[in-house]
Nanobody
Framework: QVHLVESGGGLVQPGGSLRLSCGAS????????VGWFRQAPGKEREFVAA????????HYADSVKGRFTISRDNAKNTVYLQINSAKPEDTAVYYC?????????????????WGQGTQVTVSS
């Protein structure tokens, strides 16, 4: 089992930028697909972005495409989510999740390991 820890959340103004990090301990997750999800109050957890272990395959939700960038540094055992042009509707708790396998997955139930989440608030 891999232990995931998100960091980098906080308050950002509309149009601003933020970079979230997902670090792993317990074992390397360089062979895992990693996904970012978010959950706003009163809403279901939704897919944001996912990256395969090799970073060859990447997918974004339509709502963040062109504004968010997912990347990974396997040497640092870390996956990043760069948030640009932030919007108030991006406000949510952001979670990273990991699972073994060569592809990517867009459904929360497909992931085995989860972090505790980091709050992102977009407000002026």
């Amino acid at each position: 089992q891999v232990h995931l820890v998100e960091s980098g959340g906080g308050l950002v103004q509309p149009g601003g930028s933020l970079r979230l990090s997902c670090g792993a301990s317990g074992r390397t997750f360089t062979n895992d697909a990693v996904g970012w999800f978010r959950q706003a109050p009163g809403k279901e957890r939704e897919f944001v972005a996912a990256i395969s272990w090799s970073a060859i395959t990447i997918h974004y939700a339509d709502s963040v495409k062109g504004r968010f960038t997912i990347s990974r540094d396997n040497a640092k055992n870390t996956v990043y989510l760069q948030i640009n042009s932030a919007k108030p509707e991006d406000t949510a708790v952001y979670y990273c999740a990991a699972r073994s396998g060569g592809g990517i997955w867009l459904v929360p139930g497909e992931y085995k390991d989860w972090g505790q989440g980091t709050q992102v608030t977009v407000s002026s």
